[in-house]
């Protein structure tokens, strides 16, 4: 069994910060791609950052500079730095991997429990 455990959400002011961190676990063979989606009351979930375990790194359009996705492959671990949030970055922030269970032949997408962002003064 798979897992992947948020943490590091929570309530700051505007122009704040928060850090993101996202943890796998379990009977991991290989992860491939690690990233941040969020999802806002009444819209879609949509990409935050995804980052390859090559290290390639692909932002949504509206991080423009202010996110840091980083990886420590050694340790299954995804992070999120969030700097100069905004109200519009409030939402639900979901820690996504692509992963080989011991048990499958190919990768297969695993989703976290999520962690509630709320950037309000």
């Known amino acids: 069994q798979v897992q992947l455990v948020e943490s590091g959400g929570g309530l700051v002011q505007p122009g704040g910060s928060l850090r993101l961190a996202c943890a796998a676990s379990?009977?991991?063979?290989?992860?491939?791609?690690m990233g941040w989606y969020r999802q806002a009351p009444g819209k879609q979930r949509e990409l935050v950052a995804t980052i390859s375990s090559g290290g390639d790194i692909n932002y949504g359009d509206f991080v423009k500079g202010r996110f840091t996705i980083s990886r420590v492959n050694a340790k299954n671990t995804v992070d999120l730095q969030m700097d100069s949030l905004n109200p519009e970055d409030t939402a639900i922030y979901y820690c996504k991997a692509v992963i080989t269970p011991r048990t499958a032949w190919s990768g297969q997408p695993y989703w976290g429990q999520g962690t509630q962002v709320t950037i309000s003064s």
């Open positions: 379990g009977n991991i063979y290989r992860i491939w791609n």
